[in-house]
């Protein structure tokens, strides 16, 4: 018997700030989402040895353990340690459990959260439990966030669990999430003006939202202030998605993102803020870091005869120099695919030194189909593909041996 969930993956419109504690339980917040079409998955394979095995194909780990075994929190899959413990997994005969994501955690699309709803499903179905959807919103929220002290809102699980279009209100003593019946025509003009960039790094939300939640305990003006607007601004967005006012909405993404930053000076970068403007420059009505900010992916809305030209200027690679702090990543973002993986800039200045074109061909590919001519008259980039590298060494050692 096999076991299977999924998840979505979602985009936060606005309202990101108000549901981080203390603020919804004051002053009571609100969230505008939407799931996309990526996602969480988990599967889930009895065993009758007794034996845990947990498997995560995106950060290429596997740890074992039987049932009989104390979990400890090592940094090694925790969300699936911290699952099984409060859902009574180890108290069972054994299971497989395989899991993995259409995006890395920290990437402002709430993977994290969305993969902490997919375990809990797993487990409920395993161990017969009778849980609502608000329930398992619920204990996902209190698995990640209060369990595992990883600090973040309530958006995510509830976005995650519920999927599709909701206003999500959150109130001093509940979470009501509200279905939005948006029609088909909207979903498909937001699918043809909406970019979705990737800005090039993860991000640690965790010292983000810390940094905005002392400045909300400190009662800085400019921090309550902000909150309270896009709170509004919210509302408005909202309000502009169901009279199918869709540049309004973009003008509004704009003017949240301008707020949302007010919030703590680590949300944004000089080099995010030199990416938004670009994109301001070419036609982007609005955008956004989705998540918590810092990095992951940059949302903006253009107008659909805009999209292609401001997604170029986007993709060009830059030749820029990066002042800052180099600092460990935390177990849960770290890349054992790169050699860098354990470590990340905290950028504080950044200058660019070129603003070069978009390559003729990706430097990347392997078997692309190059015109003979193209590949002579950009020859420095083509010397940079890694089959002309092969090539080249290979040549050289057959040469030597013949010599």
């Known amino acids: 018997?096999?076991?299977?969930?999924?998840?979505?993956?979602?985009?936060?419109?606005?309202?990101?700030?108000?549901?981080?504690?203390?603020?919804?339980?004051?002053?009571?917040?609100?969230?505008?989402?939407?799931?996309?079409?990526?996602?969480?998955?988990?599967?889930?394979?009895?065993?009758?040895?007794g034996q845990i095995c947990i498997e995560s194909l995106d950060f290429g780990l596997s740890v074992s353990y039987s049932v009989e075994d104390r979990l400890v929190y090592d940094g090694k899959l925790d969300l699936a340690k911290a699952a099984i413990l409060k859902l009574g997994g180890n108290k069972s005969t054994g299971f497989d459990l395989f899991l993995h994501s259409d995006a890395p955690p920290g990437s402002g699309l709430g993977a994290s959260s969305a993969m902490m709803v997919v375990l809990v499903g797993l487990l409920k179905e395993f161990k017969s439990l009778p849980l609502t959807d608000y329930e398992i919103a619920d204990l996902a929220y209190v698995i990640e966030r209060k369990e595992l002290g990883i600090q973040g809102g309530l958006q995510d699980q509830y976005a995650a669990t519920f999927g599709g279009f909701n206003f999500i209100e959150f109130l001093p003593d509940r979470v009501v999430v509200n279905p939005l019946k948006i029609s088909q025509d909207v979903i498909n003009e937001l699918q043809y003006n909406l970019l979705l960039c990737y800005t090039g790094k993860t991000r640690l939300s965790a010292g983000?939202?810390?940094?905005?939640?002392?400045?909300?305990?400190?009662?800085?003006?400019?921090?309550?202030?902000?909150?309270?607007?896009?709170?509004?601004?919210?509302?408005?967005?909202?309000?502009?998605?169901?009279?199918?006012?869709?540049?309004?909405?973009?003008?509004?993404?704009?003017?949240?993102?301008?707020?949302?930053?007010?919030?703590?000076?680590?949300?944004?970068?000089?080099?995010?803020?030199?990416?938004?403007?670009?994109?301001?420059?070419?036609?982007?009505?609005?955008?956004?870091?989705?998540?918590?900010?810092?990095?992951?992916?940059?949302?903006?809305?253009?107008?659909?005869?805009?999209?292609?030209?401001?997604?170029?200027?986007?993709?060009?690679?830059?030749?820029?120099?990066?002042?800052?702090?180099?600092?460990?990543?935390?177990?849960?973002?770290?890349?054992?695919?790169?050699?860098?993986?354990?470590?990340?800039?905290?950028a504080e200045e950044i200058e660019i030194f070129n603003k070069s074109l978009t390559p003729p061909f990706e430097v990347s590919g392997e078997n692309l189909n190059i015109a003979e001519e193209v590949r002579l008259e950009y020859r420095y980039i083509d010397l940079r593909r890694e089959i002309m590298r092969r090539n080249i060494l290979y040549r050289h050692k057959t040469v030597e041996a013949f010599r």
């Open 208 to 346: 983000i939202i810390e940094d905005q939640i002392q400045r909300y305990k400190r009662c800085e003006i400019e921090s309550i202030q902000a909150l309270r607007a896009i709170k509004r601004l919210t509302i408005e967005m909202k309000n502009a998605l169901l009279r199918r006012d869709l540049d309004v909405f973009g003008e509004l993404l704009h003017e949240e993102w301008q707020q949302k930053k007010k919030l703590s000076p680590k949300i944004s970068n000089p080099e995010l803020d030199e990416l938004y403007e670009i994109a301001r420059r070419e036609g982007a009505l609005g955008g956004k870091i989705t998540g918590a900010g810092g990095g992951g992916y940059m949302l903006l809305y253009c107008r659909f005869d805009k999209k292609h030209k401001i997604a170029e200027k986007l993709r060009s690679e830059y030749v820029i120099g990066v002042k800052g702090v180099v600092e460990k990543r935390s177990p849960e973002t770290i890349n054992p695919k790169i050699k860098t993986g354990e470590i990340e800039v905290i």
């Open 1 to 49: 018997m096999l076991i299977r969930a999924k998840a979505p993956l979602r985009l936060s419109f606005a309202g990101g700030g108000t549901d981080i504690p203390p603020f919804p339980q004051e002053e009571g917040g609100c969230v505008l989402s939407a799931t996309i079409n990526r996602y969480a998955y988990g599967t889930l394979r009895p065993r009758e040895d």
